[in-house]
């Protein structure tokens, strides 16, 4: 009889556990908007997401995936990622354009499609070609390092930087200080910006054990700070 | 298919596992003006070397950012585009979110658009 209701004790526990699994992944929302972001945002440089980073950086700056397409999610939002070879979000990939846009999150298009972003309106509006190098969390620092790396070697005529009122902080949150200080001085003296890097496949990603692979924070909204340290 | 194990990221969520965003102060937030204007300065500086067309376009609804970013284009000469009729609206944001609707994205570019012409 005792262990008949040791197994039951299990069994009951080992079955409460999986139907709270599936309402959580059922309902992810209904554990709080940071939780559902850290379990279903892809903006990670594990296997499932949508970053690798550039190698040999102290700086953690982070790349997308080149080719790489994905469905998205942030406070209660799906959308469709998808990034051209050099891995931007533009629907064509292209060795010259007009225009180049910097920025973050806004400009890259958090919440909406593809044909939702600025870059596609401001296509269609000007006829001019437009390349998207906006990414989720970019600050001045990524702006300027997209700019020399991404940008020039389109050839392009504008360049439109948009500012975000979060950047300030991010610049502060996401980098080491005296890495800026070097980088800044560097570049100031004339240094060249490496080409960006070649993507080398998944044997650079990180590995994804399932508890370590989420973060927590209320980063995803346009208000707050949007980084992966 | 998502191959994270939901409860366990639960129990890590609940048991406080939340990046908090640093509360800085007014010194620090300063220095991190005056990195920004640096940076903002060299890619000015290798726009203009390399014959690109900059443009500063603020998306901030913060008046005394705002004034900053404006004096501080004013003083390097860089052309500007003044967003804030798009960011003054609530349609130009998503809902519980804060990023830009479509509406917005079209108004933003439609500025934009327009002052590149």
Redo the contacts between chains.
């Keep these: 009889l005792r262990i008949n209701n040791l197994t039951l004790s299990i069994a009951a526990t080992a079955l409460g556990?999986l139907i709270?699994?599936g309402i959580?992944?059922v309902f992810?929302e209904a554990?709080?908007k940071?939780?559902a972001n850290?379990?279903?945002s892809r903006y990670s440089p594990y296997p499932?997401g949508v970053y690798w980073r550039w190698p040999g950086d102290r700086s953690v700056v982070n790349l997308m995936k080149p080719d790489y397409t994905t469905t998205m999610y942030?406070?209660?939002?799906r959308w469709t990622h998808q990034t051209d070879r050099r891995g931007f979000r533009n629907a064509v990939s292209r060795d010259r354009v007009d225009?180049i846009l910097?920025?973050d999150?806004?400009i890259y298009?958090?919440?909406?499609e593809i044909d939702?972003?600025?870059?596609?309106?401001?296509e269609?509006?000007?006829g001019?070609t437009v390349a998207n190098l906006a990414r989720q969390g970019d600050?001045?620092?990524e702006?300027?390092r997209m700019?020399?790396s991404a940008g020039?070697p389109l050839r392009?005529?504008?360049?439109?930087?948009?500012?975000?009122?979060n950047?300030?902080?991010d610049?502060?949150?996401a980098h080491p200080?005296d890495d800026?200080e070097l980088f800044?001085k560097a570049?100031?003296d004339g240094a060249p910006f490496s080409p960006l890097p070649e993507f080398p496949g998944k044997d650079v990603e990180p590995p994804?054990p399932?508890?370590s692979?989420?973060?927590?924070?209320?980063?995803?909204?346009?208000?707050?700070?949007a980084r992966w340290k | 298919m998502?191959?994270?194990?939901?409860?366990?990221?639960?129990f890590?969520?609940w048991f406080g596992?939340?990046?908090?965003?640093?509360d800085?102060t007014d010194e620090?937030?300063e220095?991190?003006?005056q990195?920004?204007e640096?940076?903002?300065r060299?890619?000015v500086r290798?726009?203009r070397d390399?014959?690109?067309?900059?443009?500063?376009?603020?998306?901030?609804?913060?008046y005394r950012?705002f004034k900053r970013?404006q004096s501080f284009a004013a003083s390097n000469r860089i052309d500007f585009?003044d967003t804030r009729s798009v960011f003054a609206t609530k349609w130009s944001?998503?809902p519980?979110?804060?990023?830009?609707?479509?509406r917005g994205?079209?108004a933003?570019?439609?500025l934009?658009?327009d002052h590149?012409?």
């Excluded at chain 1, 942030?74 to 939002?77: D, F, L, M």
């Excluded at chain 2, 998502?2 to 639960?10: C, N, P, S």
């Excluded at chain 2, 390399?50 to 913060?62: C, E, K, Q, S, Y």
């Design positions: 556990l709270a699994e959580l992944r992810p554990a709080g940071e939780y850290g379990m279903l499932d942030g406070n209660g939002y225009v910097l920025g999150s806004m298009g958090q919440g909406v939702q972003t600025v870059g596609h309106y401001l269609f509006r000007s001019m600050c001045v620092y702006h300027l700019l020399g020039l392009p005529r504008i360049a439109i930087h948009f500012f975000f009122l950047d300030i902080r610049l502060l949150y200080l800026l800044l570049i100031e994804s399932p508890w692979s989420v973060s927590f924070s209320s980063a995803l909204s346009a208000t707050g700070l | 998502v191959k994270r194990i939901f409860l366990l990221g639960a890590r969520y596992e939340v990046e908090m965003i640093p800085y620090e937030l220095f991190g003006w990195t920004t640096r940076l903002m060299q890619m290798i726009a390399n014959d690109v067309r900059f443009i500063l376009a603020p998306i901030t609804d913060d950012q970013l585009v944001r998503l519980g979110d804060g990023h830009l609707s479509p994205a079209a933003l570019a439609n934009v658009a590149i012409r």
